[in-house]
């Protein structure tokens, strides 16, 4: 079994920073990429951003610019750092490991407020 736990998400006015961080733990045998995903009410999961572990790395359109995902390999740990937040973005962040399966954490609640 894999277990991701999340951190560092709360209530954030708008303009201001967020940094989430995601651990993975357990039965870890490959990890092909780690990422972040987000829903908001009534909307699908959605791709936040993704860093394969060949190092290349993908963003939304809507966070290019503002977000920046990192991975510390040795921890196994992916951030996703969030600058310029905005009310849209608010959301619950969902953390992502795919390896041997698609894992996912158990989310944490961003919010921005206007």
């Known amino acids: 079994q894999v277990q991701l736990v999340e951190s560092g998400g709360g209530l954030v006015q708008a303009g201001g920073s967020l940094r989430l961080s995601c651990a993975a733990s357990g039965s870890i045998f490959i990890i092909n990429a780690m990422g972040w995903y987000r829903q908001a009410p009534g909307n699908q999961r959605e791709l936040v951003a993704v860093?394969?572990?060949?190092?290349?790395?993908m963003y939304a359109d809507s966070v290019k610019g503002r977000f920046t995902i990192s991975r510390d390999n040795a921890k196994n740990t992916v951030y996703l750092q969030m600058n310029s937040l905005r009310p849209e973005d608010t959301a619950v962040y969902y953390c992502?490991?795919?390896?041997?399966?698609?894992?996912w954490g158990q989310g944490t609640q961003v919010t921005v407020s206007s």
């Open positions: 992502n490991l795919r390896g041997l399966q698609n894992y």
């Open positions: 860093k394969a572990s060949g190092g290349s790395t």
